[in-house]
Nanobody, 116 residues
Framework: QVQLVESGGGLVQPGGSLRLSCTAS????????MSWYRQTPEKERELVAT????????DYANSVKGRFTISRDNVRNTVFLQMNSLKSEDTAVYYC?????????WGQGTQVTVSS
């Protein structure tokens, strides 16, 4: 049974930082491309950042470039999202996704709220 468990969300002031974690079990983590998405009630789920399984190449949404960093630890089966210089528009539920050749899996999400 595959499980992705996110953690690290919370309330932070504008300009602050948070580090999200997503730990996977039930799959061979190193073979999966890992991504972070986010969603608000007003918008569709959007891709925030991706890290590729083979070469750890990363890609980011334009809205977070230079502020967010995605990384992975294949020993701990965990993907991270370091979020700096947070803005109110970063408020959302953040989800991690594991994408394989034929299947993908989602976590349950963690709430990030940026507010003073």
């Amino acid at each position: 049974q595959v499980q992705l468990v996110e953690s690290g969300g919370g309330l932070v002031q504008p300009g602050g930082s948070l580090r999200l974690s997503c730990t996977a079990s039930g799959l061979t983590f190193r073979f999966y491309d890992m991504s972070w998405y986010r969603q608000t009630p007003e918008k569709e789920r959007e891709l925030v950042a991706t890290i590729i399984s083979t070469d750890h190449r990363t890609d980011y949404a334009n809205s977070v470039k230079g502020r967010f960093t995605i990384s992975r630890d294949n020993v701990r089966n965990t993907v991270f999202l370091q979020m700096n210089s947070l803005k109110s528009e970063d408020t959302a539920v953040y989800y991690c996704k594991a994408a394989g050749r034929r299947e993908s899996y989602w976590g349950q999400g963690t709430q990030v709220t940026v507010s003073s």
